[in-house]
């Protein structure tokens, strides 16, 4: 089978392995589709998940397809039925982050497979089933910020995450949800998500149009109550920061791999709420849940075959532009 691996800071590889056998309590999935991930980037750009390591990496941690074969031990799935899959934990090894197996890939072997399987709903598309991964992190993130229904929130960045943090919070309730991204097409696909606006960070004057949206604060400061910085920008988080009204809460979900200086005095003098957020506990079943309920379609904007996935983790400029790049392994199903 064909699996892309990275094996030294910058080189991405499609390598021909053994197809991999089943035990008891396992079970081999056909690759229908799988997420490119910011993760994955930083992996090729490190050649690991910390640096190259005794073995390749196999790449991939966001993946639908169908049952090729199931273990003994394993309840309540049979071959040929359509699944997302989890990817795993620690104690397994992450598939895609760290472990042997990676999405981008014709075959995955789904370790420990009890409960790490969600059969999706006849008539949803494996492409679009492919999502429940980052839609769990975007959904876990929304509920970090436990805001009530009503609220006025900001997210900051919109890439796949962003997005379905945006869903999330208007699933949930939100009044007014006001996306920022530099480029058009994330704003655009915001707005088709339904945010109420979309808004260039680069455009003079944009905190001044949040606050025409969301109203003005006695103190200037926007009067959102919440924000989403899933940008990754130190830049972006400091400007959250400075213009937050008092008492705001502010979610990070963003992956910030160098320190970020922060005035803790504007925290303190204004009564900020900075958390962190990271993957998603309790969430995937959920995230396919929101998957069904609302249309967020107009994520998947790049679909493309494994060698051109392979290629982009290599040069991957337009993929931050896009909404979700998506691998399409077997296009049967």
């Not at 005794?54 to 049979?78: K, N, Q, R, Y």
Request: hydrophobic residues 45%.
């Amino acid at each position: 089978m064909r699996v892309i691996r990275t094996h030294e800071p910058g080189v991405v590889t499609i390598d021909t392995v053994p197809d991999p056998e089943p035990g008891a309590p396992d079970v081999l999935v056909r690759v229908h589709a799988c997420g490119l991930c910011g993760t994955d980037l930083s992996y090729v750009k490190h050649g690991g998940v910390g640096g190259p390591g005794p073995e390749p990496l196999a790449l991939g941690h966001e993946l639908s397809g169908v049952i090729e074969a199931v273990g003994t031990g394993v309840d309540g799935f049979a071959v040929g039925d359509r699944v997302v899959v989890h990817p795993g934990n620690d104690e397994l090894g992450r598939i895609g982050n760290g472990a042997p197996e990676g999405g981008l890939s014709d075959l995955v072997l789904v370790r420990q497979a009890q409960g790490r399987l969600l059969r999706v709903p006849e008539g949803m598309d494996l492409t679009y089933a492919a999502l429940t991964e980052p839609v769990a992190v975007g959904m876990h993130a929304a509920e970090r910020l436990e805001l009530a229904p009503g609220a006025k929130v900001v997210v900051v960045g919109c890439g796949p995450v962003g997005m379905a943090a945006l869903a999330s919070l208007l699933d949930a309730g939100a009044a007014s949800v006001v996306a920022i991204d530099p480029g058009e097409t994330r704003r655009r696909i915001a707005l088709e998500l339904g945010a109420e606006a979309a808004l260039d960070p680069f455009e003079r004057g944009m905190w001044k149009q949040l606050s025409e949206i969301h109203g003005r604060h006695p103190s200037g400061s926007p009067l959102s109550n919440a924000y989403i910085e899933a940008s990754g920008s130190a830049e972006m988080l400091n400007q959250v920061i400075s213009r937050a009204a008092p008492r705001s809460r502010i979610c990070v979900p963003a992956v910030h791999l160098q320190d970020v200086t922060i005035s803790m005095l504007v925290v303190l003098m204004k009564e900020l709420e900075i958390r962190g957020a990271i993957e998603y506990p309790d969430r995937f079943e959920d995230a396919l849940d929101l998957l069904a309920r609302r249309d967020l379609s107009p994520m998947l904007t790049d679909l493309v075959s494994l060698e051109d996935a392979a290629a982009a983790l290599m040069d991957p400029a337009a993929m931050r532009a896009a909404g979700k790049t998506m691998a399409i392994v077997d296009g049967a199903h």
